[in-house]
């Protein structure tokens, strides 16, 4: 697709410095932008970019503007990050077409019930007394087990598989090899091993979340695990059973977060942190990456260490760690001297 530095600056209401006929054909980071391309910037460390980059188009954050003339042509918006992002959005929306119709093989079961405009794609089965909402699409290869509910305009991609019981709203994504709804991991032990507690429950997803590829959604033991509203997972995550996450959470790969703690709204939690159960999580908290939570924690924290506790610490902390061995061997000859000094 080709559109100029007009067509664009409408899209994203931005201001033109330079020719507003300007073309593009692709997008490229601003470092290896060429002719014909797009690029944007939004931070100070890619400013000087805007003067040497081959890129025929970029848009600007304005802040960032401080001539009248450029080589390329500028598109002077606000936030230049978030301009962007919306136009990635139409661009995504102009490439993919959405697929309608029921495709051969794929098995629904007679009691299933398949809204409008919905895709199902081949070999996919949905199994009894399921439903599924308006313009739903659901990709080659998934299952849907019994008596599953899922909402208008989400997105199953290949792969995915989707439990008896459970409930996905509106606007969700799930990608491929995702399993909503597996056993939540509970044994009793015995005298003669492990016995296996029934997992009764389901897992509930609210309206517009994702879920990135090879996620763990265990179903709760009795009564629902549940993904609030707005939240967004990252690839290679494992929630337990009778999880209760709230609503605008970004949890980032290889998080996993243990049985029956509750997690409130607008959380971000970094990569590979772990998270015990049985804990009660606030509201606005920050969790750096490789953390280990043992502890309820309070709304509006930062945490990083293992066992989690406030960044700022730690970071100071840390600092002394690194020269525990000198501290030590200072406090050993400080001891040395003394006592030689007590001895004459």
């Given at each position: 697709m080709e559109f100029t530095a007009a067509q664009i600056a409408s899209f994203i209401n931005g201001k033109i410095l330079?020719?507003?006929?300007?073309?593009?054909?692709?997008?490229?980071?601003?470092?290896?932008?060429?002719?014909?391309?797009?690029?944007?910037?939004?931070?100070?460390?890619?400013?000087?970019?805007?003067?040497?980059?081959?890129?025929?188009?970029?848009?600007?954050?304005?802040?960032?503007?401080?001539?009248?003339?450029?080589?390329?042509?500028?598109?002077?918006?606000?936030?230049?990050?978030?301009?962007?992002?919306?136009?990635?959005?139409?661009?995504?929306?102009?490439?993919?077409?959405?697929?309608?119709?029921?495709?051969q093989p794929s098995t629904i079961a007679d009691s299933a019930t398949i809204g409008e405009n919905v895709y199902v794609g081949a070999h996919s089965y949905i199994s009894d007394k399921s439903k599924i909402g308006n313009g739903t699409q659901i990709f080659p290869q998934v299952y849907i087990g019994k008596n599953v509910k899922i909402g208008e305009n989400s997105i199953i991609y290949s792969g995915a598989r989707i439990y008896d019981y459970c409930v996905i709203g509106d606007n969700c994504i799930i990608h491929s090899n995702t399993v909503v709804g597996s056993d939540g991991f509970g044994f009793q032990p015995t005298k003669d091993g492990y016995q296996k507690i029934p997992q009764l429950g389901n897992v509930v997803i609210e309206n517009n979340v994702e879920i990135g590829s090879n996620c763990s959604i265990d179903r709760g033991t009795i009564g629902s695990t549940v993904i609030g509203e707005g939240t967004k997972i990252d690839n290679l995550i494992q929630i337990a059973h009778n999880v209760k996450i709230g609503k605008n959470n970004v949890i980032a790969a290889q998080a996993g977060i243990a049985g029956s703690t509750v997690i409130g709204d607008w959380n971000m939690i970094g990569g590979q942190t772990g998270v015990a159960g049985h804990l009660k999580i606030g509201n606005q908290?920050?969790?750096?990456?490789?953390?280990?939570?043992?502890?309820?924690?309070?709304?509006?924290?930062?945490l990083f260490g293992t066992p989690a506790f406030n960044a700022g610490d730690y970071r100071r902390s840390y600092v002394l760690f690194r020269k525990f061995p000198e501290i030590v061997e200072r406090i050993n000859n400080l001891e040395k001297n003394s006592k030689e000094n007590t001895n004459e």
């Open positions: 330079g020719d507003e006929n300007a073309s593009i054909t692709g997008v490229s980071p601003i470092e290896n932008a060429q002719n014909g391309q797009l690029s944007f910037v939004s931070q100070e460390k890619f400013a000087e970019f805007i003067s040497l980059s081959e890129a025929s188009v970029i848009i600007v954050s304005g802040k960032f503007v401080k001539e009248e003339n450029y080589k390329p042509t500028l598109i002077v918006v606000e936030d230049a990050y978030l301009a962007f992002q919306v136009l990635m959005n139409l661009y995504q929306q102009m490439r993919e077409e959405k697929k309608s119709g029921i495709e908290i920050r969790v750096q990456a490789q953390s280990g939570i043992n502890r309820d924690v309070q709304d509006g924290e930062t």
